[in-house]
């Protein structure tokens, strides 16, 4: 059968792969720990799920305008300065919002630098926009604007960014950041920036946006999730905050693919909002505290830096290989004999490697990483 060459080029997303996986191998009985997908294991706060509830049964059940609720592109828009509804584009996921965002700025030959390894869908998305992704090595936890500022070349679009970032937990500084910013404004570059994981910075660390430099918000577009702060994954709601000629593009391309997100959805959003304040800091804690635990138990096992945000570990396995044996095959051999599921670093362009997800109960992760720990040793 011709499919198209759009279709046929790109691979399946590695990371979403898992999640029908897990659920098969729960199917059959094996007794299975997800530190593949990054999903938070908590319920979704019930303030959110009556509200869902609610909405659905008073009749919001019907389309509604192709953007979002405007009472929720509203609230949202008070967290982005000067800023107004007009600005904000509700998605299904920040996935959608990304998606849309390389449709509407992209043209087919057009580049898109992205600092490398990153999040299985970046690329994928920058070529279903017929553009190319432009990889940047950034291995560690920092990020190198000099390398970035190499790879410019006149058929640059855009240097995409993620902090705090998936899969490696860094959480890039302001200098850093900086130095991004005025690299896009002295180039006439947009500047996206994937803030999903802006909830989860550790050790009294502040999540800086490129949205904080008030002279380049004509350039930068910054994505948001509702999926991991409060356990909504299910609910598909994201959303992105840009400048209106891109928001009005994104709207118009979305009018046509999918229209609006779910109605009731959005209130169950806007609940979410609303109890932001109270939810946060438990959260930020016990994930903080996964993350001492399972940063404490990997790097007795490979060699990892310290998470400072987002809730993954990404440990360089290299040393722990057999000879040709690549990161997926060891992926696989540790999920067949312990039923521990990781993604392999190659998903993210980082042969040698592996992600774990430390987003699940404390005790889960003691016995995951026991159970890699034997498999190491036999
Ligand atoms: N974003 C999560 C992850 O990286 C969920 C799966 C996906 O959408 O990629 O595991």
Redesign the pocket.
Known sequence: MNLSKRATQIEP?R??RFIPAMAELRRQGREVINFA???PDFPTPRRIIEATQKAMAEGHTRYGPTAGLPELRRCIARRFAGGSAENIVITNGS?QALYLIFQAICDPGDQVIIPSPC???FPEQVRLAGAEPVMVASLGHRLDAGAVAAAVTPRTRAVLVNSPN?PTGAVYTEDELAAIVALCMEKDLFLLSDEAYDAFVYDGGRHVSPFDWTGARDRVIVTRSFSKPFAMTGFRVGYAAAPVEVARAMEKILSHASGNVCTFVQHGALAALEIEETLMPNLLARMSRRRDIAYGLASNLFDCLRPEGAFYLFADISGRLKTGETAEAFCMGVLDKTGVAMVPGEAFGAPGFVRI?YAVAEDRIGDGFERIRKFLQD
Do not use: C, F, L
């Open positions: 997303s990371t979403a997908v990054g999903e996935k999040w299985v869908s998936n997800s």
